[in-house]
């Protein structure tokens, strides 16, 4: 039933049975218009408050919950070193010290920061019950996490997919990709002189079969958790980055060769050496 016909049925039951009917009805009374904003996230998120959704039609098929974890079962694989369980900083002073940093040393990362970097992204912290680092709705981590390596001792230039059950990394492409995540971030030439450069993608459908509208919601805040603990680890560990939400998605998703609907590239976090 369309939003208008509703308050006018409403309006009209309670003037012939009083106010206790409205209150009874199947519907929440204070339920608001369709938002009239043409800023679409506005509506969305107007839309995707729970028994708000509307449809033209039959609800739409939520289908079934994928695997658990991507991999690429060709690709070469890199075996990352176990990661330390404490830093020299301690965690308030990290908080503190943590600046988005966007020039970097021309001296490389050695294979344990970076490891130590993905392992606090989305290393298993409790094997029991897989959970991971960052927080995930559902315990159901729709999020993907890709290095773009530029400069790191002992691993070729490429992009890399974590692997997050055997803490290693699967390549994807190999070959210098400084310039293309460049052009992709709008012409930021800092993504290209990082040592690093983090690529948070979505899965939708690992969320969306369980929280339907909220799916784009929840994706987003994974996203912000898994960066935020990448920007204090990098601290922790005296590097530097810095997150980024400025680029092309259909550029950056072809960089991973991402279709960009069953899953998409969120966000970009630069760290490397400062
Ligand atoms: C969602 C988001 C997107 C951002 N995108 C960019 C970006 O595209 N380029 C950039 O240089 N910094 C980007 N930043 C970093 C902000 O500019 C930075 O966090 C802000 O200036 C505050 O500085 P601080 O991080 O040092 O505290 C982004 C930050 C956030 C949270």
Same mark, same amino acid.
């Given at each position: 039933?369309?939003?208008?016909?509703?308050?006018?049925?409403?309006?009209?039951?309670?003037?012939?049975?009083?106010?206790?009917?409205?209150?009874?009805?199947?519907?929440?009374?204070?339920?608001?218009?369709?938002?009239?904003?043409?800023?679409?996230?506005?509506?969305?998120?107007?839309?995707?408050?729970?028994?708000?959704?509307?449809?033209?039609?039959?609800?739409?098929?939520?289908?079934?919950?994928?695997?658990?974890?991507?991999?690429?079962?060709?690709?070469?694989?890199?075996?990352?070193?176990?990661?330390?369980?404490?830093?020299?900083?301690?965690?308030?002073?990290?908080?503190?010290?943590?600046?988005?940093? +966007?020039? $970097? #040393?021309? @001296?490389? !990362?050695?294979?344990?920061?970076?490891? &130590?970097? %993905?392992?606090? *992204?989305?290393?298993?912290?409790?094997?029991?019950?897989?959970?991971?680092?960052?927080?995930?709705?559902?315990?159901?981590?729709?999020?993907?996490?890709?290095?773009?390596?530029?400069?790191?001792?002992?691993?070729?230039?490429?992009?890399?997919?974590?692997?997050?059950?055997?803490?290693?990394?699967?390549?994807?492409?190999?070959?210098?990709?400084?310039?293309?995540?460049?052009?992709?971030?709008?012409?930021?030439?800092?993504?290209?002189?990082?040592?690093?450069?983090?690529?948070?993608?979505?899965?939708?459908?690992?969320?969306?079969?369980?929280?339907?509208? +909220?799916? $784009? #919601?929840? @994706?987003? !805040?994974?996203?912000?958790?898994?960066? &935020?603990? %990448?920007?204090? *680890?990098?601290?922790?560990?005296?590097?530097?980055?810095?997150?980024?939400?400025?680029?092309?998605?259909?550029?950056?998703?072809?960089?991973?060769?991402?279709?960009?609907?069953?899953?998409?590239?969120?966000?970009?976090?630069?760290?490397?050496?400062?």
């Amino acid at each position: 039933m369309n939003p208008g016909r509703r308050w006018f049925l409403g309006g009209l039951l309670s003037l012939v049975g009083g106010c206790a009917t409205v209150r009874e009805l199947p519907w929440p009374r204070a339920m608001p218009p369709e938002p009239p904003e043409a800023d679409l996230g506005l509506r969305y998120h107007e839309w995707s408050k729970p028994g708000h959704a509307r449809y033209e039609g039959p609800p739409p098929d939520w289908g079934t919950q994928p695997p658990r974890y991507k991999t690429y079962p060709d690709a070469p694989r890199v075996a990352l070193p176990l990661p330390a369980e404490d830093s020299t900083m301690r965690f308030m002073a990290a908080i503190q010290a943590r600046r988005s940093q +966007r020039s $970097y #040393r021309d @001296v490389p !990362l050695s294979l344990a920061e970076l490891g &130590q970097l %993905l392992f606090a *992204a989305q290393g298993i912290t409790y094997p029991p019950g897989e959970l991971r680092a960052a927080p995930s709705a559902g315990a159901l981590y729709p999020i993907e996490l890709y290095a773009l390596v530029h400069r790191v001792a002992d691993l070729q230039a490429g992009a890399y997919h974590y692997a997050v059950q055997e803490h290693a990394l699967e390549m994807v492409r190999a070959g210098d990709l400084s310039a293309e995540i460049s052009a992709a971030a709008l012409g930021q030439g800092f993504l290209g002189e990082a040592n690093v450069c983090f690529i948070l993608s979505a899965i939708f459908q690992r969320t969306r079969w369980k929280y339907r509208e +909220r799916t $784009y #919601r929840y @994706v987003l !805040l994974e996203a912000g958790h898994i960066a &935020q603990n %990448l920007c204090l *680890a990098a601290t922790a560990l005296g590097l530097g980055a810095c997150p980024v939400g400025a680029f092309f998605d259909d550029e950056l998703n072809a960089l991973l060769e991402l279709d960009g609907h069953d899953e998409a590239a969120l966000y970009i976090v630069a760290a490397g050496k400062v």
